[in-house]
């Protein structure tokens, strides 16, 4: 059985910064590509940042100069690393994984989700 989990989020005034973690566990023979979506309260699941095994990466244009993000694949681990955060940045964060449990057999896996909220 493989699993997503997040850890990170929290309440952050405008302006500051947080970090993501997602960490894979479980039955895994290879992660491929590693994403951060998120959802606000109703909207649409929208893709925030990708990055594939070989660490290219992609931005959603809302987050491009703001956001980054990266694996550890040793750690089985992505992050997001979130700065200059805005209030429209509000919403339950999740991660996604491409995660390989068998040569043959490859799966997409999600997260719990973590919550980040923008106030003063």
């Known amino acids: 059985q493989v699993q997503l989990v997040e850890s990170g989020g929290g309440l952050v005034q405008p302006g500051g910064s947080l970090r993501l973690s997602c960490a894979a566990s479980?039955?895994?023979?290879?992660?491929?590509?590693m994403a951060w979506y998120r959802q606000a309260p109703g909207k649409q699941r929208e893709l925030v940042a990708v990055?594939?095994?070989?660490?290219?990466?992609n931005y959603a244009d809302s987050v491009k100069g703001r956001f980054t993000i990266s694996r550890d694949n040793a750690k089985k681990t992505v992050y997001l690393q979130m700065n200059s955060l805005k209030p429209e940045d509000t919403a339950v964060y999740y991660c996604?994984?491409?995660?390989?449990?068998?040569?043959?057999?490859?799966?997409?896996?999600w997260g719990q989700g973590t919550q980040v909220t923008v106030s003063s």
């Open positions: 996604n994984a491409e995660i390989r449990s068998r040569p043959w057999k490859e799966d997409a896996y």
């Open positions: 990055i594939t095994s070989t660490s290219s990466t």
């Open positions: 479980g039955s895994i023979f290879s992660i491929n590509t």
